[in-house]
């Protein structure tokens, strides 16, 4: 089935407590492609300055990602993120971050991309977020991250957009923010109650909670001793999850349950080195063997 | 097959964002062999002051554990711990810290407590547990667990004990201080590489990681909306792995995993009360029937 990703691409510098790495490629929209690719096609949305390069584009379509929705604005620049992670690399701080393009980035889809049945929201701003939702009335599921920006400055908005997705993904710290409750299990149900029909809240190295109405569940992430940059795990993610879904072409409890384990996967991946250089060289067939791994790990 | 656990039996006074109690029962011992009497019984060395009330001797013996090891000190005060939980349930601080009848204790084990096969040292020093070995010379599983304060002053007494067990189970702090290792999985398996056979790292509301030789791997916690007391999760955790040890009569592979589980789903019923409030009421159905959950949730 059609997955159709909508978010940042961007330069990433990122200093962790052993590496410095200036102007990588990153963003949500990247890495969500890039993992999602594995398992299907992907279309891929966003807007970039004159200052990307081709290369970083071709890398996007050797995976097979259309780029028919790539905005290239002359004159422009590209979205910036500097962050340093903390000694436990869990944690990080902004350093800087420049919107360039992204700033007034509205996006236009292509006609071809208006057809799409898998829909993934990734960071941006509800308001956005809900003038794509009527650009793809046929999508039958749509899954959206959020950020505690929009959280504390657009509420009613995304009040708005909860009423209208199937899936939500956000991180604990967003999901505490959101409901007002510090349990997490008691905060992703009261996420689940503004309206998704399911809710994913990341725990980072801990794994992620899975909510439906039905269903509380939790899956651990992949114990990998080798942590060299964090960023990018929760887009990874993602894409490894609604990949998953949209070759399956269905969204049943079984279905979901073995997509998150593969978006778990996907993310151990990510962080094994910077940017997307770990993923790059990824086969399908190691994704496979970590997931034997991983099934044999939770299996007693 | 016979399970002695030597720890702390105390009085708890437990502040949390919500709710105070003054003077419970407490301790590490008493957690612990609480938890693991759903599986075996129970042999308990430990010590208190005059001040301990006969009715909660009467609740352990209630449970099938024998006291013969408890020493009652005349004249003395039992061992004192108060602490107030953050808003996030998982960091704690401590308020006050009397060690009265506990500052002296070099526990001298009865006869009978001496042919013990299965043998866990929950919080105490290293000295003494070495001392403790000396007694039971027949044990065919000893596991141990240590703190932080252990770890910084008496780093030398802490790796000959090491060297000396089977198995170590510390929180996830505990590994990083000991190992000097920031990445939980190299932690794990760098404490392990200092002498025991396994080793278990606490994460609290986020599960536990096993290393062994062979083997890496990760459970998570039991996704519980209820948290009301953390306190005796971990010796909970011990306990009911310990117990499950015991009964089952080995230690390989297969065994270790389940009895993790089963410590796993223990400590889920011990926060959701105060004290051992929750576990007076537990039933080992319901510790099934939370089994029976946790491997559902955990299959895919």
């Not at 998704?196 to 992620?208: C, I, L, S």
Request: aromatic fraction near 10%.
């Amino acid at each position: 089935m059609s997955l159709l990703v909508i978010g940042s691409v961007a330069f990433d510098s990122i200093e962790t407590p052993s590496a410095v790495r200036e102007q990588v490629l990153g963003g949500s929209a990247v890495y969500f492609s890039y993992t999602a690719s594995y398992f299907t096609p992907v279309w891929l949305s966003g807007v970039v300055g004159e200052d990307f390069p081709q290369e970083h584009v071709r890398l996007l379509q050797s995976r097979g990602i259309d780029t028919a929705g790539l905005q290239v604005v002359p004159g422009a620049k590209t979205f910036y993120w500097r962050g340093r992670y903390r000694p436990n690399m869990n944690d990080r701080d902004t350093l800087d971050l420049q919107m360039n393009v992204m700033g007034q980035y509205d996006p236009i889809l292509p006609e071809k991309y208006r057809s799409c049945k898998f829909l993934f929201l990734a960071n941006g701003s509800p308001q956005t977020h809900l003038r794509i939702l009527e650009q793809c009335p046929g999508a039958s599921l749509v899954v959206a991250d959020t950020m505690d920006h929009y959280i504390r400055n657009e509420p009613e908005d995304l009040r708005k957009l909860l009423k209208k997705i199937d899936g939500l993904v956000i991180n604990d710290g967003e999901a505490r923010l959101l409901s007002g409750e510090e349990n997490l299990v008691q905060a992703g149900q009261a996420v689940r109650a503004m309206g998704p029909r399911f809710v994913v809240v990341k725990k980072g190295e801990h794994g992620a909670l899975f909510f439906s109405q039905f269903e509380t569940y939790v899956l651990p992430a992949f114990p990998t001793p080798q942590v060299v940059d964090p960023t990018g795990a929760g887009d990874s993610f993602a894409g490894g999850m609604m990949g998953y879904l949209a070759r399956q072409g269905d969204f049943q409890p079984k279905t979901l349950k073995e997509a998150l384990a593969y978006g778990t996967l996907a993310a151990s991946f990510t962080v094994e080195d910077f940017s997307l250089d770990r993923l790059k060289r990824l086969t399908l067939e190691e994704l496979d063997q970590r997931m034997v791994e991983y099934k044999r790990m939770l299996s007693f």
